[in-house]
């Protein structure tokens, strides 16, 4: 699934063309360059400069350039309505489908602010499927300097308690999405290869080792985590290697962070 509307491996009109023509000469000068020198930062036309920051990247149609969300959302409103939806839904759907209609890719990508990586590099693939098994709501893929590292997400339901109080053991919901987790680590273990062969990153010389591959489960919300949930959730991260499991507050707490941040 791309996320924009537009198809950014098809030039529209000569100009775009000259234009990542121009992109590439410039990045095959020898030394030292100027930011102000690439088209992506010179070019008098907005569209185009966007174009050439998806052309240029591995897969531009799952390319997420923050800048782009910065001109088009203003991010303290987006946490806002984002927390009315979490607070409102009856279940997971709904918040998928504000997402995915809206084209609000900005709310999974936020997910890189608990992370060190995407600062170079930043994509978000919805509904990635892992071979005929499993699909993940969400895959991201950052790079940082050590290089490239994956995140797979779940959500689960946001209007529900980390834990069934009457037994101090993990809800349903809960549950299902550490399943869900599991599922997919034995999975990557025996097709690791196979997935990055088929996600298209093996063609780059691209690989990415099983201890930078990452595992975050959205569930519940703040006002019904009881102190005996919050232990509880914090030994199942604990034993559980890579994954991190939060609350749909903290995507909340991340898009707030967007606004003053240069890079994911």
Known sequence: MRLQDRDYNIFLSEEEKRAYEAELAYEATKGPKNNRGFPRFSHPDKEIREFIWHKRSLFPNNFLHLREYKNEFDFESEAEKFKNIIYKCKNELEIQQYIKQNKKWFIPGSIFVDYNFGHHDA?????????????????????????????????????????????NTESDSVRKGLTQIQ???RWMDKNRDYFLRNIGLIQYGIDVPVYRIYYYLVVGRRDLMTPVALEVRSQSMYERKNTKIVTFDRLVDNIRKLEKNHSW
Do not use: C, H
Request: aromatic letters at 16%; hydrophobic letters at 40%; a negative charge.
């Open 123 to 167: 994509y978000l693939f919805p509904e990635q499927e892992l071979g005929n098994e499993f699909a993940v709501d969400y895959m991201l893929i950052g790079k940082n300097s050590d290089g490239y590292s994956i995140v797979l997400i779940e959500f689960e339901k946001a209007n529900t308690e980390y834990l069934i109080q009457t037994r």
């Open 183 to 185: 599922d997919w680590k």
